[in-house]
Structure formats: structure tokens, C-alpha cells
Nanobody, 124 residues
Framework: QVQLIESGGGLVQAGGSLRLSCAAS????????MGWFRQAPGKEREFVAG????????VYEDSVKGRFTISRDNAKNTMYLQMNSLKPEDTAIYYC?????????????????WGQGTQVTVSS
């Protein structure tokens, strides 16, 4: 059974930092693209950051550029999202996702596997 399990969410004050992890099991994703999405209450799920199979050329949603960093450790079958200078508008459930194939995508429907999500709440 393939599983993506997120961890590292929580409550943080504005300006603070969190590091999300996404641990995969049941299948290796070392040759696949992965990404982070988020969904705030009453809003659609949106792309946050993505990385191709080898971690080169990550892409980010404009509002998180310069604050968030996506990375992956294929030896550990794990992906990360370092979030700095957090803002209240970053509050959402964050999901990790994996797409079979080497190239990433900003479109949620292109992803084949999803985690259950982890809550990130940023207080003002």
C-alpha cells in the first residue's frame, strides 16, 4: 500500500518557521516528481511548490517565493518544505503529492498519490 505521510504542521506566530516532511512508503518515488499543495477554508486547493525527480529546478507559487524551500532526499524517500517568514494567509492544510514520471506539474489533477494533509496555522 502506497502512503504519503505529512508531518511538521502546527501553530506558529507570524514571522515564524515550520518544516514540513512527507515520508513515502510502499513505493519508491526517486524517479518521480513531487509537490506540495495547500487548501485554506472555503478555497480551492492550490499549488505551493514542486520538484522534479532529482530535485533540480524547483518551482514555487508566487506568494511563497523567497520564503519557502522545497527539497527531497531520495535515499530516505522523503520530501520537505521549509517555510520561513510565515504569514496568516499561509494558514491552510498542506498536502504532499507524488506524480508518476520525472517532470513536475502545478496542476493537482496531474498527481497520482496524495497524503492526508497537515494543518498549518499562522497567528497574527
Amino acid at each position: 500500500q502506497v502512503q504519503l505521510i505529512e508531518s511538521g504542521g502546527g501553530l506558529v506566530q507570524a514571522g515564524g518557521s515550520l518544516r514540513l516532511s512527507c515520508a513515502a512508503s510502499g513505493r519508491t518515488f526517486s524517479n518521480d516528481a513531487m509537490g506540495w499543495f495547500r487548501q485554506a477554508p472555503g478555497k480551492e486547493r492550490e499549488f505551493v511548490a514542486g520538484v522534479n525527480w532529482n530535485g533540480v529546478f524547483p518551482v514555487y507559487e508566487d506568494s511563497v517565493k523567497g520564503r519557502f524551500t522545497i527539497s527531497r532526499d531520495n535515499a530516505k524517500n522523503t520530501m520537505y518544505l521549509q517555510m520561513n517568514s510565515l504569514k496568516p494567509e499561509d494558514t491552510a492544510i498542506y498536502y504532499c503529492a507524488a506524480r508518476v514520471g520525472r517532470m513536475g506539474s502545478r496542476r493537482s489533477h496531474d498527481y497520482d498519490y496524495w497524503g492526508q494533509g497537515t494543518q498549518v496555522t499562522v497567528s497574527s
